[in-house]
């Protein structure tokens, strides 16, 4: 009897793999680290072989603690971040290290495309705007700073497309991870050969991989696969889709009044619509696997900031009770109760992985009587901000999306009083799916549609996304937040412009 699936999610800090039912029940989660590297200022990089390890040790975990019979895995599929980018030679060998979506290597490449006109032009063609970590970008970096890795390249791959390939041999991608990369026209799904032509790359053309369907079966798990993961080799291997969309589906996101937020390693925000978006170009969009597209605003601003103070700062020296496991994340927690509906001055600038316009990651306002309440309070609510912010621009043009509800995924959503702060903040009902790892549950729901355990995607999601609890909006406990929202914008303007003026260095100090 084959009544299991699972799902793979390699996320910007872990991969994971879960177990699920047929009614999307989360039977076990396995999680291992991502390895960092930074090789140089703004680079940021992953081995994809020991991203493969640890995906196939997760899958594994789950097996063997749940004492599941690799004969039930009815199908496997894969999810990952968008964007950066992995490349293989023609043996299926990695050419180089993983560039990871939050690296700003290509910063300069975006710069000179902005001041020549040429983003002006190529923006139209891919329906979204440019960046420094899109594949699109990287792709014109690499061209100019490592031709040898340039033809090296039989194919570029992204992350989860790179652990399909190890799990069956297939190269191929979906529109989500396509689209997201800005490597296609979003409204035909095809490759923009005009945007390419434009930007001088036409010579990656050869190397981009199929595009099909998420919820399709690409190939079987491998005999080196099987020996690794603990599955059967034969097994299917489902397409799958990008996290944002995974996340989306795992949310129940089918209607146009419903917004997902994800609150992880980038704040993401992303609305429904019948066409793609005209009247501005989001940060991401791409096709939707329930028909229509997403529309996606977002940045590095998210809960990635608490995680980092938490392991740095608060971690030191073991000077809080608890353990990186769950305790100071409890602590926190804790704080944050005490403390909520009762802001004081203070404000946290969530840009420790890069802030808009260059503006610097802070704290700023504290004065000598402050606690610790405090500051763990004005970090949550400067994460909310931050996704406001995006939420505010995704919601603007006369081609908005409308939305009554937000589903709210990521490890913010594991917060109670952070999902409230959401709610409170941002004005509108907060709903949380089941689950731990949505990522993985929307693949495994595209799996359990591939295989026909359900008659169609739609229906897959019917059955396996359900909704935790919900939140509803406390305008007067949210009251003394939002009172402080415009300094927030205010003060995150003149920082960054002051970090743009130049550093004269000591000399003109003392002039």
Known sequence: MQDRVIGIDAGGTMTKAALFDLTGQELACARRKNVMAFPAPGWTERDPD????????????????????????????????????????????????????????????????????????????????????????????????????????????????????????????????????????????????????????????????????????????????AALTGLRAGTPVVRGAVDVTAAALASGLSREDQMSVVAGTFSINSTLHRTPRMSMSPFLQSAYPLGGYLATEGAATSASNLEWLVKTLLAHGGTLPGDLAGGLYEVVNDAVLRRRGQPRDALFFPFLFGGPDGAPAGLLGMTADYSFDDIMLAVFEGIVFAHKVDIDRLLSGNDAARPGVIRLAGGASRSAIWSEMFADILGLPVEVPEGSELGALGVAICAASAVGAHASLGEAVSAMARTARRHEVEHSRGAAHCAKYPRYRAMTEAMASAWRLPSRGAEAFHA
Do not use: N
């Open 50 to 225: 020991a991203m493969w390890a640890a995906a196939a040790a997760s899958v594994r975990e789950v097996l063997e603690r749940t004492a599941t019979d690799p004969g039930r895995i009815a199908a496997v599929s894969v999810a990952g971040y968008g964007s950066g980018l992995y490349l293989l030679d023609a043996e299926g060998a990695v050419v180089r290290p993983g560039i990871v979506s939050t690296d700003s290597r290509a910063a300069g490449v975006v710069a000179d495309w902005t001041a020549s006109g040429l983003a002006t032009m190529v923006e139209p063609l891919i329906q979204q705007r440019l960046w420094a970590g899109q594949s699109l970008v990287l792709l014109a970096w690499l061209q100019r700073h490592e031709p040898q890795t340039v033809a090296r390249t039989h194919k570029i791959s992204f992350c989860k497309d790179f652990l399909r390939t190890r799990l069956c041999g297939d190269l191929s991608t979906d529109p989500s991870d396509a689209g997201i990369a800005g490597l296609i026209d979003v409204t035909t799904g095809t490759y923009s050969r005009d945007a390419f032509r434009l930007l001088g790359l036409e010579g990656w053309l050869d190397k981009l991989p199929e595009i099909g369907p998420a919820d399709e079966v690409v190939g079987l798990v491998s005999q080196p696969a």
